[in-house]
């Protein structure tokens, strides 16, 4: 909004006070009794606001997915969401859905427009969870991913035979639970942001993912961020901003 | 270096078995005794090393220095150096030195060459040493910085006057003690990679930077990424990769 | 008791020693066998006692309850109280119940009588619970309460679209779990006391709330003050002692 | 500021459409270099700024200190400030200075003017440090304190011989180190809110105020709630804002 | 056994070498293949093994009572034992059993002939189940208990109405969870050794028992000591013995 | 103080309502300002207040020392006092000090009347200081102290070899940092009460005592209970209440 | 390989570019989609690569397995296998089955040929899962293993019996959950290294493992290093590798 | 000792029961006051006591290596030894000292007869003193040692080139910081037992070593296990275990 633009259509009487009023203090959301649904958010930061499934019933999924849907907001991503409530989602609109990352998506995905590809990387199998929800999500907001996984240090010829995706990588998120040194050894290798991703992965003293995660935090090698324990969907979000940079 | 086509010409006899082996072999840093100075690190990941200064002596950091003025890796920098140990390395080279925030560079800078401008914000006062080695380092690597301190979020209002600097960044570097609110604000509000440095500043239950670094881990917003406590070269270090792109 | 005045009495013969040493005695509570029921509180300290109903049998809450209404305690509140035990009680009584917030009153509600209102605030709609359990507190504790839910700090708009709210309550209460933010942000705009209530919402390192509560603590705005992860009852009744002021 | 009459002026051609624009933008601070001094936090939130010492040189202090002064926010309270500090702020300014406290005032401080008065009660004579914060924060913001000191729970007479101040007062606080009981026993006599303060004076498994601070988040004792490790100044001045009601 | 004597009669013939070797080496206990049950512990240190019955097997601990039955190791203490395993454990002896405690017990106990009276203190209603472990566990080893439930310090008029017994006991053992406050109250007030026992009733903060342990560890109150969490039995156990003294 | 009897007196005029007033209300302790100090600690639980020196000034200490003095508390006791302070106080009072300890008494010492020894046992050398604070403290209270130090469990041989004084001590008080076991190997051979000290001797791991705090509450062996860490003299005390009984 | 000869080969013409250059690249494992089986494994660290079975699903398992056995990788070891998957692997392979350890091999197992004796030592009976796991892992790889479960060191006679075979033993795998002191007794009185693994086992103050971790970790006896809370497999594997020395 | 060999000597007459009596109870150990110096380890577990300096005053080290020359213990370790002790031993003594290790020898040292090499490795420069430390340590005990400094995995391809020492090793020694990654790697390239020892370097999230501990217990490689952060002396001596083999 051009403030000096709505205050000069003021004095010029291109519009009433009262509408002016009504402009500055629009809210850009949808109150919908118990959540103010974000309508403005792809205009405002380029993505429309994402529905986190965990701890939200189906119903309030469904409502919250009509909201954006009605205002134009597709394709609605819905993260953390299981099966029963997918099932039930489905009920109601065409819908595209991942058990094993739990994921599901409204409406027709964009092509690939990112500047070049997104690495996403697993330490072991056990990762691949929280691999597919970044790499989905990386998909689902228009970018080329490339899955690497299993390629742990603890056999790290695995990870060298890929030397080729790791350098030509735009950015590369690094996924590993326990000991969490993926990061840092890609982080060493590549010459591209590196988003590490710590998973709740392993046992005892990796106390749901503390470990890994204060792994990543002390990694030695520059160029590496950390984002939350097991969250794949923020790390394939920041994935795509960098890989598309600013609009 | 591409393998391929070192076979061919051992194949073809352009270089010799012993040459290629070498080639294979040679190890791309100077071992100078106690440390292996990484020579090849521009060449592969487009920034030469970076000197942490703490924790080594003035002698070390001198000789650490030559070697890779020697390799032709200038602009060296040097991170967490006190004044002492700056005091002895410019009696040897040239240099460029901020006590406040303890960092020192040999050699010409760059001139910006990034994307955009990366923005530096800090909570408070208290946080502006941290938030200067981010600012310096991004400088160092061919950054236009944009510096916004003391902005925090008890205050808003004092963010809110920044809004436009805010909706032009490019990578935007928040960085804050205490509660570390100031990262998930302005990840709400930019539409660019939000890069949070939790900082130790605080007391009591800030446990020295925990509470501000799980803060910014468990950031609602989407874009925004971690690095270790205090690391504000790390943040300048990944915001200058984001704001270059891929080369 | 005025103790001076029931020495008096005693000299005078107006009542005798043991009348007199009964009532120094006397204890102010009914030992209903595994508890001790507070009978005298509300004249004490303004309310009476609460149940919390989370690991109590739905038969000793309906004990509870009874040896309450003998005594005249009415309204009775019992907070965490399950769907099973809430049936069971209102076989004996008439209750008023509230399945989200676990919350039920047994009597007569009073009006509101408070200074002014109680805003109850919540970053997300996962805080919903808590909140509800704050909000039907400060009710039934005779407050007016203004219901603003979903308001986190990551879009900042839909907490602003609420200044007038903000400005005008009497006691503001701000829930939220992850990084737990919102407190600093309302804390900062009010010019009432803030009460923040960590919650446990979030998943990896929000470690049960532990996220939250740390910032909330190192919050960099006055006049806020925490209660315990969760504690949506906690801070529904100070808001309402606040709200109330000294009887 | 009143939107609606800013654009009624401009409508009428009362101000220009500049002077609105300027009036909506300008920043109700003012910017000293390396802080943003908040001049209208007195109007906005009912008090003015105040200082947090710990960590700013001398030079700075007096620097915002005499922005303050020009912007008639006296009296100006600094807290955490040591002696040499105070000395050099006594060379530029008339102050108030208590060297326990560590705590500074420039200006006439007002008369008491809240509802009633402010108990602050201490466990041991190791927490003075921190009470007299929290008692001269009160009394510089305008209220009658009363100091408890010494009456920890193991000596719980100490405690019972102040019934009359604890039923009296209209805030409590409650400062204690070690096990933090002091706060649930005054929650448990008092009718009006105790602001509970965990100090870090222990050893061992206090682990730095933790104890206490855990202790205090867990009181049973309902209307008590917790700020951070040592703040004094918090509790003082939240006390305040209990006290003096809504303005 | 008396190594001299055992010397002695080998040298007089009086046992053969390889007899005074077998009692040299002759271990104290059964070995019942999964168990090495000592039958000698009466003997060496007052009281039989107890068993701790969770993660043990019906079949184990059945196994386990029977070697000690053989061995005239009765009464047999088993704790931890819940109702299915006890039911399994009654079929093949007559048990006395206690749901709430999750305690068994078989064979006659003894008559109290400790020095005075046990007191078994609770905070709380929740903490019974830890409490009558204790307090069975006292009583199982010859001690006269008092129980004193439902006494925590935010109604500090509960605990005081029991002056008597507390000024009478021999030990108490205070029980509680959340804040843990009640041992240094009642550490304050007794002149007899408090056995502070944290329990992991409370919610949020107390996480899980930490907090009511560090208090109690903490206690400004002389004569306290701690056991582990929820450990009513090492409570009772130690109560015992402090109360029988030296045999 | 028998209230039946102070009442019946007031009936018959042999006291006045004051005089009784008075005697309900008086404080049994002496308020000198900074603390209030307790004259009836003895008589109300047998041994008179105990010094705290850490963090108390010389000057507060002596006139601590004072009152007590002057109330016929001695002997007085005064714990965590250094070698400055002491030389303090022993201008003003005959004082008899222990620097390695940082202990001090002032008065004649009872001689010993406890029941039996205590046995002060310690795993290696480092821990010395904590154990004589506990050895003096049991002294200081009456009781015969055995000194066994450096017998910790990686040579277990050297504690083997005491077996004799562990078998015929009355309480025992196990002191060890780094892994604490010693407390668990000792609880397991001795007969009698074991209280266990955990030090912060140790580095890295033992996270300053915690390891150690750890390991001795969760004891496998019974009879074990734990005090703070490096608190040797609540151990002493707590051994002298347990070696003499009740009163 | 030997890449002096794989370049010689290339520049006399006896093998082609191409091959050589597949040669360098080949990947030293088989990729069979969610996972790259290590088939080299054996050939370069002298043991086949182990299967992790928690969190992998029957068919994963089947299907690793098979590429183990097409690769010639037998036996192969299986652990973590619940009984559910064993029983579907059982149906695919021929397989040996422990349910306690959850532990299966398929494949004929080798005879016995380290150097000696591996001890495993555990400090309870519900150590004993984690035991086996050792146990089974250590006889899987060709070792000969003595088993002494039950010696804790609260009873330090049951250990004490087993002194010839501590003193033979070659290695010593000492198991322990509670305060985990069984390593350094044992580390005090062996000859040989000691492999500590704390377990799970214990509540409360154990906090799943930690006490006994810490414990370990500070073990003041010397030859004793940890491995994860309950890690059998690593402890058996390393006691083997230990008891083969290099081979 | 063999017992059945002394019980004959008794029956036989060839000792008298009193010689017998001494032989079973002599300590093997010197009791020097404040110590008891074990003179017998080196027969019973095959290398001396070492001395740990930290925290003993100079005066105690020379009196403890006193002891130990006396009892024909050389050569005696110390670690942990500053300059300043280290001066005043060599006043006593004939030493060799190494200062950045704090580590001193009194007497010859033997010659290596280990089976193979001991590697020590090292993450960074910073490391090299907890480097130092194990070297030093392991080459006293009589062993082989490659020192591999600053082959951080940030830099994989310097540990890369060190691929031969790597795979010729018996026992590697892999230290470091941060996060602590090196163990894992190393443990997946090598085929002979990894000894992990976290380093305390670092800043943030490390928390003194934290972070690299728990990485380093979560390592997915097999054969590694760890000991206490920057415990040198530690990983030295087990390492020289391992290389010895049995004795």
């Known amino acids: 909004m051009d403030t000096r633009k709505l205050l000069n259509d003021v004095k010029d009487g291109k519009i009433s006070v009262d509408e002016a009023l009504l402009s500055l203090k629009k809210e850009p959301f949808e109150d919908i009794g118990f959540a103010k649904v974000d309508l403005h958010r792809r205009t405002r930061q380029g993505t429309a606001e994402v529905i986190y499934g965990a701890g939200k019933s189906a119903e309030r999924i469904v409502s919250i997915v009509g909201s954006m849907v009605r205002g134009g907001q597709e394709p609605v991503i819905i993260t953390r969401i299981d099966k029963a409530k997918a099932d039930e989602l489905a009920k109601n609109y065409e819908i595209s859905y991942n058990e094993e990352a739990a994921f599901a998506t409204v409406g027709r995905l964009p092509d690939p427009d990112g500047a070049g590809t997104v ?34 240090v603890a056999g790290i010829h695995r990870l060298m035979s890929h030397m080729e995706e790791i350098m030509d990588a735009n950015v590369i998120i690094a996924i590993a639970g326990m000991e969490g040194a993926l990061a840092s050894v890609i982080g060493g290798l590549a010459d591209c942001p590196v988003i590490a ?12 993912g503390l470990s890994a995660l204060l792994s990543m935090l002390n990694s030695c090698a520059s160029g590496v961020s950390v984002v939350n324990i097991d969250n794949g969907f ?14």
Do not use: Q
């Open 197 to 208: 991703v710590p998973t709740s992965v392993g046992y005892g003293a990796s106390f749901n």
């Open 234 to 247: 923020g790390a394939g979000y920041l994935a795509s901003m960098i890989n598309h940079g600013k609009k």
């Open 119 to 152: 690495v996403v990387a697993t330490g072991g199998t056990s990762d691949i969870p929280v691999a597919e929800e970044a790499a989905l999500t990386a998909e689902a907001l228009g970018n080329k991913v490339i899955r690497m996984y299993d390629v742990g």
